[in-house]
């Protein structure tokens, strides 16, 4: 009699499974690193996505050899981080940039024991790294269409006193500026500019239940209500920088995000609120990824909450 | 009619029901030899009262319960007693057997009158239903009779029936409300004559709408004592899962721990009903019952009357054999079933869907992404990533505070688990050891 396999039920699985997950995010951004493409120019942008896409293979193939562990560089997860860490890099930076900037990335996941056990989202500890060793590549914005630089809105907000020289920059055109914010016509990073491609992105990952609604609505939520609050006007605040590219592809991260859905509203809260808190009184102009890696911080405490199972009662009702 | 269904968790799972799920229940004939399990229940094993070379026919009583926990088992063939030693059997891996080989004269055993009945007690209902040997046939088999004596103290008022045959692949059930309408409203009227029950539902899950009418219509043209009603459900694995089942019937939720009789509430398969209808009307004890034997790998699939004890290869061969060399074979259904070494096993009392399949899964245990689905999906709200983690760590006790006891094992957790993460095995690990260290202390 032949012989059949043996093993614990069930037998069957979904055929969603962790590449699938990767590559699925991968290609949700595609639509808004196209946007990017088109705006700064193939040549100031492709090379960057793709030699960081490459090297975040490499360094993870690299160090899983170097670490002895299981080698698994080619599950999607090394290629999305590199992938996303492009996308948050001004167009045109020096390509040996991001080479860095996904070594450390990776190594950042790698020393805590690999995917599913770093604290903090690996893209935007490459990018925080980048930043803080290489400010002045890291805030060279291009003008869109053309080679010259230019200053963000977001800069022009914070460095030459508030709405103002932003509306002075289009002419005193409230429509004309938030048309151009919405269609990414403005200096920014590769991937954050294309609004319209970012929220095709987000219904893609929303449709297949890749991410749930929680971090992206609660985050954007407070980043409108807060600038409001602060005397900023709240469209521009949510247009501007990369709030929506972090909480669409960042914050949303499974590893380094809370898995309970009230959790995810209070960590989206929390990302929202600091990212206003930095951007009105920090130093710097932009405070997406200091906000979503603080946040990272808190994630494990929000996920100490133990859920009442079905049935349960409370003690001494029994 | 709006379907209903339970929260939190679940989800609907590709069921491949097409292949089978039109066919109408087939006759199979049983083959030369055929085996019976003595444990074809949970509880004490029965007591063997044959011996070799005995003469048996269908429906004579081969092996007695022994106490309560237990119920009888029939012959359902008529020829030899060949052996009775330790034999493959689907659940136990080996379990001692009787062999009978049949004489395929179909000699039933004159014992079997059609009983004289105006009126039953409970106490009769129990006693005809435990000597005939039936158990639940959703597949956990157990002693039914126990099921229908509620404890004194508790008021039972709804009958909650399991149509829902949310497994995917199976359509037995499916076929059984369509074909065998009369027997389940028989068999409800039997129980409900002991028990007072204020209604009777019917759970079906939606993909199944045809039995829903079928059961409704053949209610309102035949008056029954009680109220009985069919009641779709959204289709959406565990549907059918006892709990689950009684929350989208009828609301309430069984406390953790606690068995349906808590909440007011008994739960019988429909087949069982069928099961108690002919035992009570014609005397006929457990000696068959309705399965689906489907797959990729059988050349016709279909749902057939099997005599309890038919060896699978049997089945095999009456499904016209394989187009594809099976991998993989499932008693039950490919969430909850179990798998088979060989073909030399019997169909049980419990034995619901036999299913080949010709693709393996990848079973490459990846590091848990934190993606979420376990806890989204769980039917019973639970944390399973983190009992994975703590069972990993060996810290068994700690495992309770997440509630690794209430697990029901319907599999959802594994089957979503994109890292391929065998869940259920560490919540299985981690259950058994809390009940270990309780009964240590």
Redesign the interface.
Known sequence: ??????????????K???V??MNTVSISLLPAAMGGIFIFGWKNTLPVILVSIVSAILSEGLLQKMLKMPL?WF?G?AALTGFLLALTCPPGIPIWLPVVGTIFAIFSKQVF?????NPFNPALIGRAFMVLSFPVYMTSWMKPFSMVTSSTPLALYAENGGMKSVLAFFQGNVPAMYKSMFLGIRGGSIGEVFIPGLLLGLVVLLLTKTIKWQIPVSYLGTVFLLSWLFGMDPVFSILSGGVMFGAFFMATD??TSP??PKNQLIYGFGCGLLNVLIRVFANMPEGTTFAILLMNVVTPILDRK????????VDGA? | MKSKTFSPGGMHIPDHKDLTKNLPIEDMKPGKDLLFPLTQHIGVPSEAIVKKNDIVKIGQVIAKAKGNFSTNIHSSVSGVVKDIKEYPHSIEGLSMAIHIENDFKDEWCEEIKQPNITTLTQKELAKIIQDSGIVGMGGAQFPTHIKLQPPSNVKVDTLVINGAECEPYLTCDHRIMLEKTDEIIDGINIVSSVIPFDRVLIGVENNKMDAVEAINQYVQKHKTTVNIQAIPLEKKYPQGAEKNLIQALTGRIVPIGKLPFEVGCIVQNVATLKAISHAVRMGTPMIDRVLTATGDCLKEPKNIRVRLGTLLSDVVGYCGGFVKEPKELVFGGPMMGINQRSQDVPVLKGTSGIIFLSELEDLNEGSCIRCGRCIENCPMGLMPYRIVELTKNKKYQETERYFSTSCIECGLCTYNCPSRIPVLNYIRTSKSEVIRLRRKS
Do not use: C, E
């Open positions: 009699m032949s012989r059949y396999v043996i093993t614990a039920s069930p037998h069957i699985r979904n969603v499974n962790t699938f997950l698994t599950d997860s024991g690999g995917l599913g056990q499974y590893v898995m309970l133990i859920k009442k199972p079905v049935g349960y009662i029994k």
